[in-house]
């Protein structure tokens, strides 16, 4: 059974960094694109940031770009998404999905709270 589990989610003030973590059993995510997507209340979906399978290459939102890392460690078959300088904006549910084509299989997310 696949399974994508995101933790690190929390409550923080306005500035302060979180890491969150995305991990995966019954699929190797180093075989994938990954993403992680947001979506914050009475809002769609959004795309975060993502990273290729083939060289590791990073595309991030406007959003985010300069706040946030995307990194893959296939050691652990982890996907994690580094924040830094947090904004009340960046207040989401935050998920993580792979893709083979397209974004076939989603976690069931981890929420950021981020107090101005």
């Known amino acids: 059974q696949v399974q994508l589990v995101e933790s690190g989610g929390g409550l923080v003030q306005a500035g302060s960094s979180l890491r969150l973590s995305c991990a995966a059993s019954?699929?190797?995510?180093?075989?994938?694109?990954m993403g992680w997507f947001r979506q914050a209340p009475g809002k769609e979906r959004e795309f975060v940031a993502s990273i290729r399978r083939s060289d590791g290459y990073r595309v991030y939102s406007d959003s985010v770009k300069g706040r946030f890392t995307i990194s893959r460690d296939n050691a652990k078959n982890t996907v994690n998404l580094q924040m830094n300088s947090l904004k009340p904006e960046d207040t989401a549910v935050y998920y993580c999905?792979?893709?083979?084509?397209?974004?076939?299989?989603w976690g069931q997310g981890t929420q950021v709270t981020v107090s101005s």
């Open positions: 019954g699929l190797t995510l180093s075989r994938y694109d």
């Open positions: 999905a792979a893709k083979a084509a397209v974004y076939d299989y």
